[in-house]
């Protein structure tokens, strides 16, 4: 017999409210684990570059484009330390079923993003083959796509001058720094793109500029755009932070969304676990006493409550957040989108955070309730 | 000379109910000595019960003194008096109140949870107590699997378990048929006789109060009455 024998005790002494209790709980932790890392990405995203990473996009839709000398001209601009560009390709890639991003990329676009990870060799690579690519490790992996494979995309934008599909030719994979490095993305040689394309030359969807040491990001947004104030390209120059924002919140803001989805789960757990810890409390009143009778003290028997309590959701929470990550491992073999999207450490502390809270929060009545046993009237009701 | 194990010492005790308020022990003496296997009696309302809890431990006098082996316990503070009643007294209540999801065993062993003894150990004196009670084969049953004699008998088990010196018993057969109540008062007289466990037991039944060594009849608060059964006393 132990202190953990006794918690263990009263959760089954009612194996079926418990288990049905675990149930619901589990089902709440499995869209935290779901839901949890998609609301870190939509908020995190961006957060991640070193220093202040700007994008420059069309003023007036992101469904224009900028020229690329803007680039030029922003990369004399003081404050500004280095400049990229990239450009959205799109195409379907065998069956048309396969989503993932394709971008035109130069050069510079590598240094500019330090998160994505690619060796030096396949770097030299990429600048001496005109139709090299470099792909995500996870689209890779997918595709099963390798070194010297080749890649043939229909157009659906960007044309080429002999109207046939686009072919490139694989130089290299990719890895991810971090979290937010989209690891179903391909790179093509910006070069070969801008030459071989139809129409557009010298357009580009985004720039890319990082902000020197000494100056705000908000000094260099307020300089980019109103370089180009009243031209016909006028631009729109943010933070990758906000940026990513901005695009979700064109999504009907789904952070919000989200944020409001796992408010409404946390709040029913939280009545649904002090509900059948109360109910349990209740019913037990009376061996309280007795245990009380027996020389336990009054913090001992709270603490056996918030024990119990703990443990209640503790038991939901681990199989809830395991169901979750299975979901996500099966679901990035579906849906590439879901590649970098995982249970790291900030959804799992952010899960205990809950565990304690909606745990200690649905022990607080009985709690008080021991508090003010009354030993004598308790026992008399035996 | 008898030592003297309980003095109660001119207690009062009131209850408050609405704005009426009730005397229910009105300037009681009793002295219990070690040893002893003492019996209250009396008709519902006459404090029997009040002052069983007076004297575990449980509840406070208004007024007066309760002294168990030279200490007043009715000055302690909540803490002193918790752990006062783990070291000193196990108590024996008409419901049995054991652990539904707890087997025998684990139920005798719940006050050696508040000991520092290891877990072999608390699992050896568990299982000792059952011996006693002659529930050791019912070590592994729970309480439903259990007739209410026997569950009777764990709960014994259960407040001898720390060896306790005062054995408080309310209404122990309360709920049991002739024989059955018979047997357990047999196994108090037992843990009175070998095992020199004082106990104060409250009942309203004269063939139980029989097996004790002496009877104390109460009525309105006050003690009205005494005799020798001239059973049950290990002096």
Same mark, same amino acid.
């Given at each position: ?36 890392? &998609?609301?870190? &990405? ?6 991640? +570059? ?35 560009? %990239? ?11 396969? +989503? ?18 690619? +060796? ?58 971090? +979290? ?68 979700? %919140? ?39 006493? &007795? ?43 579906? &849906?590439? %989108? ?45 | ?235």
């Amino acid at each position: 017999m132990s202190w953990f024998g006794l918690v263990r005790s009263g959760l089954w002494r009612r194996p079926g409210r418990t288990l049905l209790t675990t149930f619901s709980v589990a089902s709440a932790f499995l869209l935290i684990g779901l839901f949890g890392p &998609v609301l870190m &990405v939509f908020e995190g995203r961006g957060e991640t +570059s070193e220093g202040n990473r700007l994008i420059v996009q069309p003023r007036h839709s992101t469904t224009d484009f900028l020229p690329v000398n803007h680039a030029m001209v922003i990369s004399k601009l003081p404050g500004v330390r280095d400049v990229s560009y %990239q450009t959205w390709f799109g195409g379907t890639f065998r069956d048309g079923e396969n +989503s993932f991003a394709r971008w035109a990329v130069p050069d510079s676009f590598f240094p500019l993003h330090p998160e994505i990870i690619v +060796s030096p060799d396949t770097l030299e690579l990429m600048a001496t083959t005109r139709t090299g690519a470099i792909v995500g490790r996870r689209t890779a992996e997918l595709f099963g796509l390798k070194v010297g494979d080749r890649v043939a995309l229909v157009p659906d934008i960007w044309s080429n001058k002999d109207m046939n599909a686009w072919e490139f030719d694989v130089v290299g994979i990719f890895d991810g720094g971090n +979290s937010s490095v989209d690891l179903t993305a391909m790179y093509i040689n910006y070069a070969f793109f801008d030459e071989y394309r139809a129409w557009g030359t010298g357009l580009v969807s985004y720039i890319n500029a990082d902000v020197d040491v000494g100056h705000s990001a908000g000094e260099i947004v307020d300089r980019i755009d109103s370089s180009f104030a009243n031209s016909s390209d006028e631009t729109n120059t943010s933070t990758e932070r906000d940026f990513a924002l901005g695009f979700a %919140q064109q999504l009907g803001d789904i952070g919000l969304m989200i944020s409001v989805i796992l408010g409404s789960v946390l709040f029913t757990m939280a009545l649904v676990t002090a509900n059948t810890i109360a109910h349990g409390m209740h019913e037990r009143m009376a061996e309280f006493a &007795v245990l009380r009778a027996m020389g336990f003290q009054r913090l001992a028997t709270q603490a056996l409550v918030a024990g119990e309590s703990l443990a209640l959701v503790l038991l939901g929470a681990v199989p809830g957040l395991i169901g979750s990550a299975l979901l996500l491992g099966l679901g990035r073999d579906f &849906v590439p %989108q879901l590649a970098g999207i995982t249970i790291g450490f900030p959804t799992l502390a952010a899960a205990a955070g809950i565990v304690l809270c909606i745990g200690l929060l649905a022990a607080c009545h009985p709690v008080l309730r021991l508090k003010r046993l009354k030993l004598v009237d308790e026992l008399r009701k035996l | 000379m008898t030592e003297i194990l309980v003095d109660v010492q001119h207690v009062v005790k009131r209850y408050r109910r609405g704005t009426h308020v009730i005397s229910v022990l009105n300037e009681l003496n009793v002295q219990i000595p070690r040893k002893e296997f003492v019996a209250f009696m009396g008709p519902s309302g006459s404090g029997k019960s009040t002052l069983l809890n007076l004297i575990g431990g449980l509840d406070r006098p208004d007024q007066g003194h309760v002294i168990v082996d030279g200490a007043d316990i009715a000055v302690l503070a909540d803490r002193q008096l918790t752990a006062w009643r783990a070291a000193f007294v196990g108590f024996v209540f008409q419901a049995y109140n054991l652990m539904p999801s707890l087997s025998a065993e684990q139920n005798v062993a719940l006050p050696l949870l508040l000991t520092r003894l290891g877990s072999a150990e608390i699992r050896r004196r568990a299982l000792t107590a059952l011996d006693i009670v002659g529930l050791f084969d019912r070590a592994k049953h729970r309480p439903t699997e259990l007739s209410g004699g026997q569950e009777q008998r764990v709960a014994i088990a259960r407040a001898i378990v720390s060896d306790p010196q005062l054995l408080i018993c309310d209404e122990p057969t309360g709920g049991l048929d002739r024989k059955t109540a018979d047997e357990i008062l047999s196994l108090l007289e037992l843990l009175n006789r070998d095992l020199a466990k004082t106990i104060v037991m409250v009942t309203h039944d004269p063939k139980a109060a029989s097996h004790a060594g002496r009877v104390l009849h109460m009525d309105k608060g006050l003690m009205i009455e005494q005799g020798q059964t001239g059973e049950g006393v290990s002096q």
